[in-house]
């Protein structure tokens, strides 16, 4: 198990140079260097503008704070997002497109070259005193958003990252209640 906090994260330019975004996590690509196989990040989006382009890399986004906003792609009518929306997964080859609905965003995104890996990105509320089984086969990364909570006796607390390969079934729990993103990632 590795844990990562916010001493860990790097403020990374965007690709297309309209703003910035915590680095939380860069697996690296197996044979290209200038590539990532995945990567999390948070983004905070304070103006209307395109997202960068990343052929080949499947995207999941997750609205964390703000009002939201809505994402064009191509000619497909706007999804909109806000934090109770699920995660939204898109090509990151898309032409994308974000219109803020009131005012700066913070966003959660997931970036998995689709060639070489498959991820999931679940929300997982728990209850004072709640607990829940994380499957993990491949890779588990779990992220925390708010309150605390342990996986299976490791503490989880805001802004704190666990990385685990090959976990096998793991309990997570918290005495408080807290939010955590859950990423299962299974290499091809």
């Known amino acids: 198990m590795r844990r990562l906090g916010p001493s860990d994260y790097r403020d990374m330019p965007w690709k297309n140079g309209g703003g910035v975004t915590r680095e939380l996590l860069k697996l690296p690509h197996p044979s290209e260097p200038a590539r990532f196989l995945a990567r999390l990040s948070i983004a905070s989006v304070a103006a209307s ?25 191509g000619g497909a009518p706007e999804v909109v997002l806000d934090p109770r929306s699920p995660p939204f997964v898109f090509p990151g080859e898309a032409e994308t497109h974000c219109r803020l609905l009131a005012g700066p965003v913070r966003d959660f995104n997931l970036m998995v070259e689709r060639a070489l890996a498959e991820a999931t990105l679940e929300v997982v509320h728990l209850a004072p005193g709640g607990t829940r089984t994380v499957a993990g086969t491949g ?20 802004e704190e990252t666990l990385w685990l390969e090959a976990p096998g079934p793991q309990v997570l729990r918290s005495d408080e209640g807290a939010t955590v993103i859950a990423i299962h990632l299974t290499r091809r």
């Not at 890779?139 to 805001?158: D, I, N, Q």
Request: charge should be neutral.
């Open 49 to 73: 503008g395109p997202f960068s382009v990343f052929p080949g890399i499947e995207r999941t986004i997750l609205v964390l704070e703000g009002a939201g906003m809505a994402l064009s792609l």
């Open 139 to 158: 890779s588990l990364v779990l992220y925390g958003v708010a309150g605390r909570a342990e996986l299976s006796g490791a503490p989880l607390a805001r």
